[in-house]
Nanobody, 124 residues
Framework: QVQLVESGGGLVQPGGSLRLSCAASGSIVSFNGMRWYWYRQAPGKQREFVAALNSGAVTAYADSVKGRFTISRDNLSRDNAKNTLYLQMNSLKPEDTAVYYC???????????WGQGTQVTVSS
Protein backbone atom coordinates (compact mmCIF):
# COMPACT_ATOMS: atom_id res chain seq x y z
CA GLN A 1 0.00 0.00 0.00
CA VAL A 2 1.00 3.59 -0.63
CA GLN A 3 0.00 6.46 1.61
CA LEU A 4 -0.08 10.05 0.38
CA VAL A 5 -0.49 12.96 2.78
CA GLU A 6 -0.75 16.52 1.49
CA SER A 7 0.03 19.63 3.51
CA GLY A 8 0.80 23.30 2.98
CA GLY A 9 -2.59 24.62 1.96
CA GLY A 10 -4.13 27.73 3.41
CA LEU A 11 -5.45 31.21 2.77
CA VAL A 12 -3.32 33.52 0.62
CA GLN A 13 -3.91 36.87 -1.06
CA PRO A 14 -3.96 37.19 -4.85
CA GLY A 15 -0.42 37.39 -6.16
CA GLY A 16 0.93 35.40 -3.23
CA SER A 17 2.68 32.04 -3.09
CA LEU A 18 2.22 28.68 -1.41
CA ARG A 19 4.16 25.44 -1.50
CA LEU A 20 2.22 22.22 -1.20
CA SER A 21 3.88 19.03 -0.03
CA CYS A 22 2.86 15.42 -0.53
CA ALA A 23 4.58 12.91 1.73
CA ALA A 24 4.54 9.48 0.12
CA SER A 25 5.24 6.38 2.19
CA GLY A 26 4.60 2.68 2.14
CA SER A 27 5.54 0.01 -0.34
CA ILE A 28 7.08 2.31 -2.91
CA VAL A 29 9.89 0.30 -4.42
CA SER A 30 11.26 3.21 -6.35
CA PHE A 31 10.21 6.78 -6.70
CA ASN A 32 11.17 6.42 -10.34
CA GLY A 33 8.64 3.61 -10.78
CA MET A 34 5.75 5.98 -10.31
CA ARG A 35 4.18 8.87 -12.15
CA TRP A 36 3.26 11.76 -9.88
CA TYR A 37 0.44 14.22 -10.28
CA TRP A 38 -1.28 17.18 -8.70
CA TYR A 39 -4.99 17.64 -9.35
CA ARG A 40 -7.47 20.16 -7.96
CA GLN A 41 -11.19 20.40 -7.50
CA ALA A 42 -13.03 23.67 -7.06
CA PRO A 43 -16.53 23.80 -5.52
CA GLY A 44 -19.13 22.62 -8.01
CA LYS A 45 -16.53 21.62 -10.58
CA GLN A 46 -14.91 18.39 -11.68
CA ARG A 47 -11.44 17.43 -10.55
CA GLU A 48 -8.88 18.73 -13.04
CA PHE A 49 -5.27 18.04 -13.89
CA VAL A 50 -2.72 20.57 -12.63
CA ALA A 51 0.77 19.11 -13.06
CA ALA A 52 2.64 15.85 -13.65
CA LEU A 53 6.13 14.50 -13.08
CA ASN A 54 7.28 11.25 -14.63
CA SER A 55 10.13 8.89 -13.86
CA GLY A 56 12.44 10.76 -16.21
CA ALA A 57 11.81 14.04 -14.39
CA VAL A 58 9.79 15.32 -17.33
CA THR A 59 7.05 17.71 -16.25
CA ALA A 60 3.73 18.76 -17.70
CA TYR A 61 1.30 21.48 -16.68
CA ALA A 62 -2.22 22.59 -17.34
CA ASP A 63 -2.30 25.73 -19.46
CA SER A 64 -3.98 27.62 -16.64
CA VAL A 65 -0.98 27.21 -14.32
CA LYS A 66 1.92 27.07 -16.79
CA GLY A 67 4.65 29.53 -15.83
CA ARG A 68 3.25 29.98 -12.32
CA PHE A 69 3.35 26.49 -10.78
CA THR A 70 6.31 24.11 -10.49
CA ILE A 71 6.17 20.41 -9.63
CA SER A 72 9.25 18.83 -8.09
CA ARG A 73 10.30 16.01 -5.78
CA ASP A 74 12.69 15.02 -3.06
CA ASN A 75 14.02 11.53 -2.67
CA LEU A 76 15.93 11.73 0.55
CA SER A 77 15.19 8.29 1.95
CA ARG A 78 17.89 5.70 1.40
CA ASP A 79 15.43 2.87 1.21
CA ASN A 80 12.84 4.82 -0.76
CA ALA A 81 10.44 4.32 2.10
CA LYS A 82 9.45 7.95 2.13
CA ASN A 83 9.52 10.52 -0.61
CA THR A 84 8.06 13.98 -0.98
CA LEU A 85 6.39 15.65 -3.92
CA TYR A 86 5.98 19.43 -4.06
CA LEU A 87 3.91 21.98 -5.90
CA GLN A 88 5.29 25.51 -5.75
CA MET A 89 2.50 27.93 -6.61
CA ASN A 90 3.34 31.56 -7.42
CA SER A 91 1.26 34.50 -8.62
CA LEU A 92 -1.85 32.87 -7.23
CA LYS A 93 -5.25 33.93 -8.53
CA PRO A 94 -8.73 33.60 -7.01
CA GLU A 95 -9.53 30.99 -9.65
CA ASP A 96 -6.78 28.78 -8.18
CA THR A 97 -9.00 28.26 -5.13
CA ALA A 98 -9.64 24.53 -4.80
CA VAL A 99 -8.83 21.39 -2.87
CA TYR A 100 -5.51 20.15 -4.19
CA TYR A 101 -4.83 16.41 -4.39
CA CYS A 102 -1.62 14.50 -4.79
CA UNK A 103 -1.78 11.31 -6.88
CA UNK A 104 0.64 8.53 -7.74
CA UNK A 105 0.35 5.98 -10.54
CA UNK A 106 2.32 2.78 -10.10
CA UNK A 107 3.79 1.78 -13.46
CA UNK A 108 4.17 -1.86 -12.37
CA UNK A 109 0.73 -2.51 -10.89
CA UNK A 110 -1.30 0.16 -12.76
CA UNK A 111 -2.78 1.22 -9.45
CA UNK A 112 -3.54 4.85 -8.70
CA UNK A 113 -3.26 6.30 -5.22
CA TRP A 114 -4.77 9.55 -3.90
CA GLY A 115 -4.17 11.73 -0.91
CA GLN A 116 -6.93 13.31 1.18
CA GLY A 117 -6.43 16.78 -0.28
CA THR A 118 -5.45 20.17 1.09
CA GLN A 119 -7.51 23.35 0.76
CA VAL A 120 -6.06 26.36 -1.02
CA THR A 121 -8.03 29.59 -0.86
CA VAL A 122 -6.91 32.68 -2.76
CA SER A 123 -8.79 35.73 -1.58
CA SER A 124 -8.23 39.28 -0.46
Amino acid sequence: QVQLVESGGGLVQPGGSLRLSCAASGSIVSFNGMRWYWYRQAPGKQREFVAALNSGAVTAYADSVKGRFTISRDNLSRDNAKNTLYLQMNSLKPEDTAVYYCSAYDLQTSRTYWGQGTQVTVSS
